[in-house]
Structures are given as C-alpha cells and as structure tokens.
C-alpha cells in the first residue's frame, strides 16, 4: 500500500505583501588607532615626511655620467635610469635583511673602507656588502655588446641606475639615520 503525502498547507506570514529591503552593511571600524580621514598621531606624519624628504633629496641629487655614445632614444634610456635606480634601490634594502650583505666591507688591514665604486663614506656610516656595485655593471657589460636600438638604450639606462643604486641607498640610509640621532 503507498500514501501520498499531501501538501503541507501554506502559512501566510504578517509581511506576506511587502518586499525585504535589502541588508545594508555597517561600517565598522578595525583598529583603534587608524581612523579614515587623517586618524594617524603625529609622530608617525613627522617619520613619514622626514623619510620621504630624504628620499626625494638624495634620488633628486642623482646625476650619473654622461653616456659613452649617443642615444638614438633618450626617452626609453632615462626611462630605463630611473627603472634601473628604483629597482635597485629596493633590491638593496631588500638584501638588509640577510646577514651576509650587511657585513661592513673592509681593506687589507681589517679596518672599514673609506669608498668604493659608487659611494664615498658619510659620517661613521659603514659601507656594506649591500652597498657595492654587483648587478648594474653586469647589464651595462652585456648590453655593450647589443647592437644599438631601443631596447639597448632602454637597458643601457637600466644598467646605468641599477650601477647608481647601491650608492644612492647608502647615501639614503645615511640621510635618515642622520636625521633619526641629530643631538
């Protein structure tokens, strides 16, 4: 013998008529101390605004040398600089976090340099293993070798930045570290 199940009968609800209004979602704040519109103390504005015054001031004060042989596209070239001079600049700050590129770099006689390609020592700032020229000068060399076009001044100038790069950080770390332990 089968049995059929009859229909459930309908309940009509009081809002049986009218439509749900859509949820609307709560703004919710996440951390005490951000607060969207400027919620940041002043401490960390005075950090922010002195570390980007020096990295303006130090990457504005780039001048590398002149090209061996003229471009015939000096845009893609500058270009190229300043892709090569960003890249690396990060490439070496990146590289502070591994022991072995944070040594300070030393002469013969075990004491620090006093300069090497690509930067001059500042105040009692070692220069380190970080600091010295090692990608910018491969790519310049191999782009010797290409015949000329746009993408021999486009790396040409990438291998002129990341050569400058090590420098420029160095001299950048020196400028906030200065500014960090004024007395």
């Known amino acids: 013998m089968k049995v059929k199940a009859s229909p459930s009968p309908k309940v009509s609800s009081p809002r049986a008529g009218k439509k749900k209004k859509p949820a609307q979602a709560k703004a919710t704040q996440t951390s005490k101390t951000w607060k969207p519109g400027g919620g940041a103390t002043a401490s960390r504005k005075k950090l922010s605004t002195l570390a980007t015054d020096a990295a303006v001031s130090v990457i504005a004060s780039h001048q590398g040398p002149?090209?061996?042989?003229?471009?015939?596209?000096?845009?893609?070239a500058r270009f190229g600089e300043h892709l090569g001079l960003g890249l690396g600049v990060i490439v070496t700050e990146a590289l502070s976090l591994l022991p072995k590129w944070n040594k300070p770099v030393v002469?013969?006689?075990?004491?620090?340099?006093a300069s090497i390609p690509g930067a001059e020592r500042v105040g009692n700032h070692d220069l380190l293993a970080r600091h010295q020229e090692v990608v910018g000068p491969k790519v310049t060399a191999l782009v010797d070798k290409m015949p000329a076009g746009a993408i021999h001044?486009?790396?040409a100038g990438f291998g002129?930045?990341?050569?400058?790069?090590?420098?420029?950080?160095?001299?950048?770390e020196s400028a906030i570290s200065d500014m960090f332990h004024k007395r």
Do not use: I, N
């Not at 002149?66 to 893609?76: E, I, N």
């Not at 002469?107 to 340099?113: F, K």
């Not at 930045?161 to 950080?169: M, R």
């Open 107 to 113: 002469d013969d006689q075990g004491q620090p340099v």
């Open 66 to 76: 002149p090209p061996k042989a003229p471009l015939k596209h000096p845009l893609l």
């Open 160 to 172: 002129k930045g990341a050569t400058a790069a090590p420098g420029t950080s160095y001299r950048l």
């Open 153 to 155: 001044d486009l790396l």
